[in-house]
């Protein structure tokens, strides 16, 4: 009923950039929260950036000052900008909405790959 299409993942050299976005989509009633986590190979999955419909955001220490989240409520969908990026970076970033159907869920896209490497 509700899909989480992720987009922008891809090859970068350190130092580089790329922009990830999300789109949500299906018999959506509302949506709160939105964000990206990421899963390493071989590690847990770990929060990146969250943003609340208001606006207010919250970042992990690790990518703070390099990383920007935004959302354009109208179109669902929720933007991460990464700079300065690192071979540490290199993961499957999921990302995750809190929506109202019938009641709040939590919903996960299937993952984009960011892998930075020179």
């Known amino acids: 009923q509700v899909q989480l299409v992720e987009s922008g993942g891809g090859l970068v050299q350190p130092g580089g950039s790329l922009r990830l976005s999300c789109a949500a989509s299906?018999?959506?009633?509302?949506?709160?929260?939105m964000g990206w986590y990421r899963q390493a190979p071989g590690k847990q999955r770990e929060l990146v950036a969250t943003?609340?419909?208001?606006?207010?955001?919250n970042y992990a220490d690790s990518v703070k000052g390099r990383s920007t989240i935004s959302r354009d409520n109208a179109k669902d969908t929720v933007y991460l900008q990464m700079n300065s990026l690192k071979p540490e970076d290199t993961a499957v970033y999921y990302c995750?909405?809190?929506?109202?159907?019938?009641?709040?869920?939590?919903?996960w896209g299937p993952g984009t790959q960011v892998t930075v490497s020179s």
């Open positions: 299906g018999s959506i009633f509302s949506i709160n929260a």
């Open positions: 995750y909405a809190r929506i109202f159907i019938r009641t709040w869920d939590d919903y």
């Open positions: 943003i609340t419909r208001g606006g207010t955001t």
